[in-house]
């Protein structure tokens, strides 16, 4: 009716702006913030942003790079890189369609991790193990082949006959279950057992459907505050953890609340609302009803074992 | 703005026309069907609505009976009792909050049932036991304590010394697993077995998450096509099973389609928008995003354990 | 030292008389029973033995046909065919070992049901869920690919084209979970859906802990009562159910009564003891100390999760 | 026959030495060790043992306190005071037996922990979540209620408002699933976190299956290596960890060649065998059949479950 490009351009600012009214990132993936930019091919100062896209293996992998102050201002998150690669078929049943992105994951690992050969690994497996989709990261370290233990007892010269890895695996568990940060545990972990490289696992919160168990994120920069299930945990971080660290995580909910609104704002933007018409009805909505509850898909349960184990593969290929 | 009573009425009655539109009913609850008409003074011919609340619980008890064909048209459910229990507390982790409404959950069972004392009854756990909010069946089942076969050992005097009931038990499992529909192992079953009264225990789909559980519905007319978590299954009922049949369900999903349609509904209503914009615009966004995908507390797992282990304290209560 | 080869072939057929004594079938394998015959080569009047071992897989088959009422008493088991395949590889964590498995367990299946092309096929997973050994039943019905819900949705020719066959599955539980015997639920059930052949897959005791995750029996024979894990079953086989029946059983565990007795005997037996000393000293040993016990390797959990796998692959094989 | 007192005697000395011989603690039990002594009433200088009984209760206390090195070495375990709770009852199902060790449980916890109010502690779940009898340790730490973060985040006056203690928890995991010993896992946590008592739970090895699932043993010694179900840590005791330990373990498996060993040993004793036969006879066995087995009741599941709720309401009645 009253809406036009013009207003709809308004709207997408007030959505970023307003990202910040409600203090609630709603998104973890890189990608998805820089698509809310209006115009993918609108340059963003101190962002680069690099495809490559697999015909064959239906596989497109993202490359976010943040260069700068500005970059990260804009963004929303820290300077780094983010790869991220989208795989439909990650949430297929189909085991032969798990093998192509293991090694994809594998290689982007490596391609962040430099060196991995004979490298000090801790994986640290977030999230509560109770909630389902939560659970991605204890069942990644489930299936690891730790070895750190191997070259303790039997020494190096056994390692390089094995060409062995030196990973080790935790899963610190949740606040509400332990009483302590993540960060705690694993900044213990580490004072005493002085890994090179800790690569945090955790599900994730996406804004797309799309994304549930089809998408996974790969960045240097560790995880912030704010991040995973609507959990706060304190900052795993190089700065933090005092060791290089990687974060991979993959979208497995989306918050009611996100679907709601952006729903919402499609169409008000579509309708000409203004800003402050659609920031005043989302926040009614949001107070009234659909705090603390998420969006997921049916098989849940399935795909995160099935996914948990695909990266636990591409975790095994690169450390193990 | 442009929106008034009247419009807001005309919203309301094109949402019930929509619902067939779709062929898809929001929700399981009869309360909640109830609830759609325009106001709850207003008088359905053939359906007779009567409430009480007991403060000191804080558990409030709703019976809607659908007297005659006319009733069930309105309602777009069969004719029969439906009887729902809310209590905002079952959700709780405080135990004690429980005891009170197993009490109640087993006093209405005890309604429906009739004389429940040595009586044969089969209790069937729906549901896809992998799939968590689905589980709630199949764990009601894990908690029984059947008592059928001590009965057919020891004999109808040891029944009566010890004042014990004559329950089985079975989850029979969703057709992509068995390749069965539920109706068609419980028809073998009661075949087999022939007991007096089946009562089947399902997950709901409700239309609004604080019904998420918090409400039981304990019905006489078993289980229609299409309930449940989005399962087609045929019916459970009298005609189909050929024995009496009680239904007693919990929501523990929201569709995230209706979560959406129905924020928006309520918004464009509210906005003035005429009937077929508000179709059209739901209708693609349902296309386009969030198909098989549902809401669901962060804390279901949880819960599916707690709530299950009341219902099968109320079962134990009468039929053990 | 006293032991001479006289006292010792005493002593064996003391053992045969005590098993029944006892009343308790220490094994459920119909090659363990073959073998406390005195010496492998002494030929059993109606029975029958065959052996196959392929070097490359260490895989061995062993074929046992009881032919009629003679050997039937002689073995203690019904007259039929019973197939063993023995694959150490099987207990394995390696899944490169497992595909050549599911290939000779597809092929004994195939042997003992005759054409298995598109026949109406219904797998019994039994046994206790809850119970991490007896699990192996319930946890190969959750991996099976059922098909009859599709063929009758679809119609016999979507089912050819598709080279599709017909089969459905169900985990009837244990009685004391659902008041009914294996038989009653699974009666109903034929007498609902009518297969043409049931397979039920079941968890065994044996003799050897060797045997443990390594042995797979397969037998047209069915299921007769007191199998299992000490569970009373009533029988399920062509008699019972009216319909073809194939057992399809690997042991998980040795009844700890039975390592005890075995150890000791063999030592007594070695010693020069006699019959009546050692039957009265077991006797003993089990009044005190060790009913209901089973002995079961560490990684249990882990056997039945893989194995359990294996045996829905080889099912898949024949009847997907 | 030929057996007599002395010779009884003898068997009896020979076992101990055999215990060093297969460098294999049988029983993490202090009170069995101590119970393998020739005669009860025997005093072992060193070694203090008080019993107590609650005939209404149905709980037998016996406090084992190894005061010096001679009762050290006599003994085989650490100096310090072992409590061991014997509730037969621990293993029902019916939870009302289960308040009352509860009660007796924190009792004795507190009797060793010293003043409990207000007292960081923190909670480590020992043992493999994945393997039944040894996921007591976690499934302890899933059920407690932590509060060291809200103390954290509110401050002492909240904590004392609401009679709070400071607790934390963590499922250190096994070597063969993190790389690293509980010991190195359990160091970096207390460094990061400074607690002031550490109490470990483990699932432990018995003698006699008349203690599994029924004997809580508390002991200020903490855990030697080799304890628990025969895993290979480090120990976690003052010295290692530098804060107070307290150990709380329950005996859920027995050996299997311990349960064979044992009754052969009586058997052998009973006969008159010599020491050296004896030997050598029971080191054939176990080379032969049973490495790697171990003796369980048959509702393993369900009773670790339900334990490990008992230990977790003691542990929360002490410190939540």
Do not use: W
């Not at 064959?56 to 201002?73: F, L, M, P, W």
């Not at 002085?194 to 994120?217: E, F, G, W, Y």
């Not at 800003?275 to 705090?291: A, C, P, R, S, Y």
């Amino acid at each position: 009716m009253k809406a036009n490009k013009d207003t709809n351009n308004q709207e997408d600012s007030s959505l970023k702006k307003q990202d910040k009214t409600f203090g609630m990132p709603r998104t973890d993936l890189a990608l998805e913030v820089r698509e809310t930019f209006e115009d993918d091919n609108v340059e963003i100062q101190g962002v680069i942003l690099k495809e490559d896209y697999d015909k064959d293996k239906d596989i497109r992998v993202s490359t976010v790079v943040i260069k700068d102050q500005r970059g990260a201002d804009a963004m929303g998150k820290p300077m780094g890189t983010y790869i991220t690669i989208e795989a439909p078929k990650l949430k297929e049943s189909d085991e032969s369609y798990h093998e192509p992105i293991t090694s994809e994951i594998a290689k982007y690992i490596k391609e962040l991790a430099g060196d991995t050969k004979g490298k000090e690994v801790l994986i640290a497996g977030l999230g509560n193990r109770e909630v389902t989709p939560d659970a991605l990261g204890p069942q990644v370290v489930d299936n690891l082949f730790v070895t750190r233990h191997l070259i303790r007892e039997f020494g190096s010269e056994f390692q390089e006959r094995h060409h062995m890895g030196n990973m080790s695996a935790i899963s610190p568990g949740v606040m509400g279950q332990t009483g302590m940060e993540a960060s705690e545990v694993l900044r213990g972990i580490i004072h005493e057992t002085m890994p090179k490289l800790v690569i945090v696992i955790d599900a994730l919160a996406a804004r797309s459907v799309h994304r549930l168990n089809t998408t996974v994120q790969i960045t240097d920069t560790g995880i912030s505050p704010g991040s995973g299930v609507g959990n706060n945990r304190k900052a795993l971080n190089k700065e933090s953890l005092g060791v290089d660290v990687i974060a991979l995580g993959i979208p497995t909910v989306v918050d009611a609340a996100t679907i709601v609104n952006d729903t919402l704002e499609r169409f008000m933007a579509k309708q000409g609302f203004d800003e402050k018409q659609v920031d005043q009805f989302i926040h009614e909505v949001n107070e009234e009803t659909i705090g603390n509850m998420f969006v997921t898909p049916k098989n849940i349960d399935e795909s995160i074992k099935r996914i948990s184990y695909t990266v636990s593969e591409a975790l095994n290929k690169c450390f193990a």
